[in-house]
Antibody, heavy 122, light 108 residues
Framework: QVTLEESGPTLVKPTETLTLTCNFY??????????VGWIRQPPGKTLEWLSV???????HYSPSLRSRLSIVKDTSKNQVVLSVTNVDPADTATYFC??????????????WGHGILVTVSS | EIVLTQSPGTLSVSPGERATLSCRAS???????IAWYQQKPGQAPRLFIY???TRATAFPDRFWGSGSGTDFTLTINRLEPEDFAVYYC?????????FGPGTKVEVK
């Protein structure tokens, strides 16, 4: 059974770097086609895709946030880490870790973590 | 970059009635790259339609996805109490993902 769990700080100060960790279970990030991504949702607003990393270490970022994002994986720990630099109150959101299989029928985010609410405030 | 718009923003429907939700893409997209998510308060979104019209396992058949080109539709027949939620359409490739602003389906 695929499960994902986000962890990290729930309060970050403006200009700091936000680092979020996704621990996942039930699959391996060395399996062809598999990817883990991040999506965020500001309170009361829609979903915004941030980044995805695939089994072959291919990485993709939201064009609007590319300069501030970095995603890495640690397959030995079953972890994916997202960093967001120079945060601003506009980065306040629930951050979701998500699973996709680019070779499966769905090919998009079919499994989601519960999400972690991150507030950016001084 | 593909932009998705959804209408209406809020849809008031009585239980047992039909709801029709629209999703429009800013340019032509392949049908197999459109999905729909359902989100209830305090929960993560749940994928239930992909490839524009394929319903995910265990999702009831009163949910129907259709459309092509730039216009896609989600139809919910015979609304049940558990169907009142926010619905997002979603465009996906392996390198780019976009969500619409959502349609809230509320009890009339």
């Amino acid at each position: 059974q695929v499960t994902l769990e986000e962890s990290g700080p729930t309060l970050v100060k403006p200009t700091e770097t936000l680092t979020l960790t996704c621990n996942f279970y039930g699959f391996s990030l060395i399996t062809s086609g598999v990817g883990v991504g991040w999506i965020r949702q500001p309170p009361g607003k829609t979903l915004e895709w941030l980044s995805v990393i695939y089994w072959d270490d291919e990485k993709h970022y939201s064009p609007s946030l590319r300069s501030r994002l970095s995603i890495v994986k640690d397959t030995s720990k079953n972890q994916v880490v997202l960093s967001v630099t120079n945060v601003d109150p506009a980065d306040t959101a629930t951050y979701f870790c998500v699973y996709c299989d680019s070779l499966g029928p769905e090919r998009t985010f079919e499994h989601w973590g519960h999400g972690i609410l991150v507030t950016v405030s001084s | 970059e593909i932009v998705l718009t959804q209408s209406p923003g809020t849809l008031s429907v009585s239980p047992g009635e039909r709801a029709t939700l629209s999703c429009r893409a800013s340019q032509t997209v392949t049908s197999n790259s459109i999905a729909w998510y359902q989100q209830k308060p305090g929960q993560a979104p749940r994928l239930f339609i992909y490839g524009a019209s394929t319903r995910a396992t265990a999702f009831p058949d009163r949910f129907w996805g259709s459309g092509s080109g730039t216009d896609f539709t989600l139809t919910i027949n015979r609304l049940e109490p558990e169907d009142f939620a926010v619905y997002y359409c979603h465009y996906y490739t392996t390198s780019s993902f976009t969500f619409g602003p959502g349609t809230k389906v509320e009890v009339k």
